[in-house]
């Protein structure tokens, strides 16, 4: 686990190398459009607005040029920037936007609600934007476990044109940690994959968590490294480290902590075992790994323990990766494209079904507890909000509140809110 460090913090000096630009995230005017000081995209990479008089927005354009695919990775939108963020999808004829945090963690802000949560969740199906011209209305929710997808219909109110877009929001991504399990983060990616958001005959997927930096890094990362390693079947062709490398030439400080990088590389040994087969995944994926394979099996819980930093006997061979699972097809089937089922319910066995129907109802009533929450906590801060209003013309620098490593101090998408910011009447309730 300490070589993971080292490498993490290796990659953060290689890429600190980069003498790329900030001039239009750092003018006086664009300061409140950022909802961190200390995360800006680079001039060279930025996402331009096409319309109104100022054209910027935090959001970069992630180039894979191997794997030929492209990325907008974002800031979770402020108040102030919702009319932004919807402009920009428009524009670039994106066709999925991916979600990877709360509105509030652990009761801080993480993003604006910048999507209309709908009627059946005691709220308005519609949301329009009268600054920018967009209105966006909920047509379709599907509550998952891990996540929810919604469709949308985004319309450009001084055209009348309309067009949809689906919101993959994952739901159970913890603050200050990583999913749960690769093969739950690999069934979302799967689902976005599925319905053609990411193909190049469309617009950019938008990205973002709350800075759009951390999470937003391993979904990039992990779904380049799998398009290649689908392609070329060789793991040996396969350089994680050069790819996130080229990708921080887009975005400053993709992947920030050394559980993100770990749950990167555990995810894309999963699908690898999948892509390349059961019988010669396991030996292909140690064997292409080396040393940052030993530091991953050891589980993806914490960060440094003591036997990872004895060194003793412990490069010698490499530890066995994670035991299969045993829902999984034969060692001897011949390998497939990536591909991750469920296994379907027996519909004879009564008792099993009645246990799935009472975990919905759970789910359910956690979820509308969760709902009514989140807006009695929002309701609480916009009023504290209001009463700091006679303050901000004397503003404070704010820097990211994120996820922070407790060896190495780097930081991640655990991300605090920028500045209270006016709202406006088109701003989406709660």
Not at 1 to 10: R, V, Y
């Amino acid at each position: 686990m300490l070589f993971l460090l080292l490498f993490t913090q290796g990659i953060r000096q290689e890429a600190a190398e980069h003498n790329h630009t900030l001039k239009c995230a750092r003018k006086p005017e664009n300061k409140f459009r950022n909802r961190y000081r200390d995360v800006s995209p680079y001039d060279h990479s930025r996402v331009q607005l096409q319309d109104g008089d100022n054209d910027y927005i935090n959001a970069s354009l992630v180039v894979a040029a191997e794997a030929n695919r492209q990325y907008i990775l974002a800031q979770g939108p402020l108040p102030s920037t919702i009319g932004h963020f919807w402009e920009m999808v428009w524009e670039q004829r994106t066709k999925a936007v991916v979600m990877l945090n709360r509105v509030i963690e652990k009761g801080t802000i993480k993003c604006a609600q910048y999507w209309p949560q709908g009627e059946v969740n005691g709220h308005s199906d519609e949301l329009e934007l009268e600054e920018t011209g967009y209105k966006v209305t909920l047509l379709e929710e599907d509550v998952r476990p891990y996540f929810t997808i919604r469709t949308y219909l985004l319309q450009r109110l001084k055209t009348n044109e309309s067009r949809k877009v689906f919101h993959f929001h994952y739901t159970r991504w913890p603050d200050f940690g990583v999913p749960e399990s690769p093969a739950a983060f690999l069934h979302f990616l799967l689902e976005v994959r599925d319905s053609g958001s990411l193909e190049a005959d469309v617009g950019p997927p938008v990205v973002h968590c709350s800075a759009g930096i951390g999470r937003s890094g391993v979904f990039c990362l992990v779904d380049t490294c799998l398009v290649l390693l689908d392609k070329t079947r060789d793991l040996n062709s396969l350089n994680i480290r050069r790819l996130l490398l080229d990708m921080r030439q887009y975005r400053m400080g993709l992947i920030q902590t050394p559980d993100q990088l770990r749950f990167s590389y555990l995810a894309v040994i999963e699908g690898a075992r999948t892509i390349l087969g059961m019988a010669t995944a396991q030996d292909d994926v140690i064997n292409t790994l080396g040393e940052e394979s030993a530091d991953l099996q050891d589980g993806h819980n914490h960060l440094v323990t003591k036997d990872d930093d004895d060194g003793e006997n412990t490069r010698d061979k490499p530890p066995p990766l994670p035991p299969r699972d045993p829902s999984r097809r034969s060692s001897r089937q011949r390998a497939q494209p990536l591909e991750f089922e469920y296994e379907p319910e027996d519909p004879t066995d009564t008792e099993r079904l009645r246990e799935r129907q009472r975990e919905a109802e759970l789910r359910k009533r956690r979820r509308d507890e969760r709902i009514s929450s989140t807006s009695e906590k929002l309701a609480e801060m916009k009023r504290k909000q209001r009463k700091t209003e006679a303050d901000r013309e004397r503003p404070r620098g704010l820097t990211a509140d994120r996820e922070t490593d407790n060896t190495s101090g780097s930081s991640s998408d655990s991300d605090a809110p920028t500045l209270p910011t006016k709202r406006t009447k088109n701003d989406s309730k709660l």
